[in-house]
């Protein structure tokens, strides 16, 4: 139920509130907060916003022009679970106070945007989106080196050891097997109890939960199962995701991680997104076409596939990224699609004869990008592939995995490091700013600041092991 200004500030009456948190996400997914006192929220923060200082968050404003101004979604209301004190959490779009309107960088403002355009594009109303965030669990995280790739990370023996050991101490008897770590009960799997209370505390902060389960590598690896929602919900819910899961593992003692490859030769953690249109409370995907999709749902396919290079610039967007998209691990590199097939990077999901579950879900996306730009992209993507009634081609119905190296060259990839997702993005970029949402400016400097903070310093130095768990937002 839509909650307004009014309904807020008597739950910070009732429910005796002495705190109110206001979140905002900045340009690479990372929340940013500032608490109030109760005395200074009244219902005009809600249309004029609370100033901050946006020169001190990375990629906005210099300091010439710093005064900015986030305003509370009311709807985003819950109480914080991990604070001592009352604490009334709410999440923000960011405004420019010199006119009100929305600041052009927002990732917030940007999917709003994005979503303007759906409307005004007479396609579709509504964009539905059900991200899958994986994430390891460690009890120890240390420096070490990967020799294979030349640069340091998590250790990975000493991450498999603390992530599998009884804790009796040091009995491996009940380790999770290499790729075994799906759907494995106790006492192989140690952390039912946590995962039951990530997914409880999610619940009390809103978010439509529905199971949870350990993931396949060995050392620790997990998901959370949360409902599609809007699109701007679904990012709201991934974010709130995030910070319970990282909240409820230090509350044990560990470490949670969303970085894409934190154990070396193992599987990586991804957020295959889900995602369908509708218009007027009808599904737009439903037809009688291959997987029982529409032409428009072929269409979108069309385009997300033509447009993925520059996609990935926002749905991969760190250096880690890519080495989890390496083929073997079920992160796909193959720019197809196909029914029920994981490895292909477009996944048509089994939904049987109801119109209403049918949907693509992008395989490539994991949970460092920052949600309200990936989930912004992979639609503007499918909407230019609609526009312009883009052929996504055949389906590609066999394992991927299994094909020849001549068979494979003849298909396209996904690119193969950060910097060449940035610089498809460079030359692709159209089916973005055609929309108003994501302007040149903003693409201009998403690009730079990736490439003199994480590209450019990989020439650098040869182990800069900061770069690589910079962005596990």
């Known amino acids: 139920m839509t909650k307004t200004a009014q309904d807020i500030l008597q739950m910070i009456e009732s429910e005796g509130i002495e705190i109110i948190d206001l979140k905002f996400v900045d340009l690479f997914g990372m929340w940013q907060h500032c608490s109030f006192h109760k005395s200074?929220?009244?219902?005009?923060?809600?249309?004029?916003?609370?100033?901050?200082?946006?020169?001190?968050?990375?990629g906005w404003k210099g300091i010439q022009a710093s005064d900015m101004a986030m305003v509370?979604?009311?709807?985003?209301?819950?109480?914080?679970?991990?604070?001592?004190?009352?604490?009334?959490s709410m999440i923000c779009s960011i405004i420019e106070p010199r006119t009100g309107e929305p600041y052009d960088r927002d990732p917030r403002s940007i999917a709003a945007k994005a979503l303007e355009y759906l409307k005004s594009s007479g396609i579709g109303d509504t964009?539905?989106?059900?991200p899958e965030p994986e994430f390891f669990v460690f009890d120890d995280v240390k420096y070490g080196?990967?020799?294979?790739?030349?640069?340091?990370?998590?250790?990975?023996?000493?991450?498999?050891?603390?992530?599998?050991?009884d804790e009796a101490g040091g009995n491996l008897g009940?380790?999770?097997?290499?790729?075994?770590?799906?759907?494995?009960?106790?006492?192989?799997?140690?952390?039912?109890?946590?995962?039951?209370?990530?997914?409880?505390?999610?619940?009390?902060?809103?978010?439509?939960?529905?199971?949870?389960?350990?993931?396949?590598?060995?050392?620790?690896?997990?998901?959370?199962?949360?409902?599609?929602?809007?699109?701007?919900?679904?990012a709201d819910n991934v974010q709130t995701y995030k910070y319970v899961v990282k909240n409820v593992a230090k509350k044990y003692g560990k470490t949670a991680t969303f970085m894409p490859k934190?154990?070396?030769?193992?599987?990586?953690?991804?957020?295959?997104t889900h995602i369908s249109l509708w218009k007027e409370g009808e599904p737009l995907f439903f037809g009688d076409n291959y997987a029982d999709l529409s032409q428009t749902a072929l269409h979108f396919i069309g385009g997300l596939l033509k447009h993925a290079p520059a996609v990935l610039a926002f749905t991969n967007p760190s250096v880690n990224s890519y080495k989890r998209l390496v083929?073997?691990?079920?992160?796909?590199v193959?720019?197809?699609?196909?029914e029920g097939n994981r490895s292909a990077s477009l996944r048509i999901p089994l939904t049987g004869s109801n119109p209403k579950a049918k949907r693509m879900e992008f395989r490539c996306p994991d949970a460092t990008a920052n949600p309200y730009l990936a989930f912004s992209a992979i639609m503007l993507a499918g909407l230019d592939g609609i526009k312009n009634q883009i052929d996504p081609g055949e389906s590609l119905d066999v394992d991927i995995y299994e094909l020849s190296p001549e068979e494979l060259g003849k298909l396209r990839s996904t690119p193969a490091s950060l910097e060449g997702a940035l610089n498809a993005l460079k030359e692709d970029n159209e089916f973005l700013t055609a929309s108003g949402a994501f302007t040149a400016d903003f693409i201009d400097n998403y690009i730079a600041y990736k490439m003199e903070n994480e590209v450019d310093p990989l020439r650098l130095r040869p182990h800069p092991f900061e770069y690589v768990l910079y962005y596990d937002a």
Not at 44 to 50: L, M, P, R, S, Y
Not at 75 to 88: H, K, Q, R, S, V
Not at 334 to 338: G, I, K, Q, R
């Open 262 to 272: 934190p154990v070396f030769n193992d599987n990586g953690s991804g957020m295959h």
């Open 72 to 88: 509370p979604d009311p709807n985003t209301a819950w109480i914080d679970p991990f604070m001592e004190t009352p604490t009334l």
């Open 127 to 130: 964009a539905f989106c059900g």
């Open 40 to 58: 200074l929220i009244d219902e005009d923060v809600f249309t004029e916003g609370a100033a901050f200082d946006g020169s001190s968050i990375r």
């Open 145 to 165: 080196q990967d020799e294979s790739s030349g640069y340091y990370e998590v250790d990975s023996v000493e991450a498999i050891w603390n992530s599998t050991r």
């Open 174 to 234: 009940h380790k999770i097997g290499y790729k075994r770590g799906y759907f494995p009960v106790g006492p192989s799997d140690t952390l039912q109890d946590i995962r039951t209370e990530m997914l409880l505390t999610m619940a009390k902060c809103g978010v439509d939960v529905e199971k949870h389960h350990h993931e396949v590598a060995t050392a620790g690896q997990c998901e959370l199962g949360m409902k599609f929602a809007e699109l701007i919900t679904a």
């Open 327 to 332: 083929p073997g691990f079920e992160a796909p």
């Open 334 to 338: 193959t720019l197809a699609y196909s």
